[in-house]
């Protein structure tokens, strides 16, 4: 059974930091590509960033650019968004996904706010 458990999320400060982790397990977690997606309140869902197998290859939305740092770590079957600088528009719930195998999170609040 494939889960997936973020955490992470909290209240920040514009211009705060944050880490964000997704916890794997129930497939070959090396395998398979991975994302994070975002949704905020009244909007729909939409793709932040993501890694392949390994950290060669990265992508991200231009929005968080150069902010947002997305890395894996096969030994933990764990994925992570490093999130600085942080604006109020990326207040949202965050979701880590397994593209291939359609499988989502319960997501982490992320909310950035003085």
């Known amino acids: 059974q494939v889960q997936l458990v973020e955490s992470g999320g909290g209240l920040v400060q514009p211009g705060g930091s944050l880490r964000l982790s997704c916890a794997c397990s129930g497939f070959s977690f090396e395998s398979y590509t991975m994302t994070w997606y975002r949704q905020a309140p009244g909007k729909e869902r939409e793709f932040v960033a993501f890694?392949?197998?390994?950290?060669?290859?990265?992508n991200y939305v231009d929005s968080v650019q150069g902010r947002f740092t997305i890395s894996r770590e096969n030994a933990e079957n764990t994925v992570y968004l490093q999130m600085n600088s942080l604006k109020p528009e990326d207040t949202a719930v965050y979701y880590c996904n397994v593209p291939a195998l359609n499988s989502w999170g319960q997501g982490t609040q992320v909310t950035v706010s003085s």
């Open positions: 890694i392949g197998k390994s950290d060669a290859y990265t």
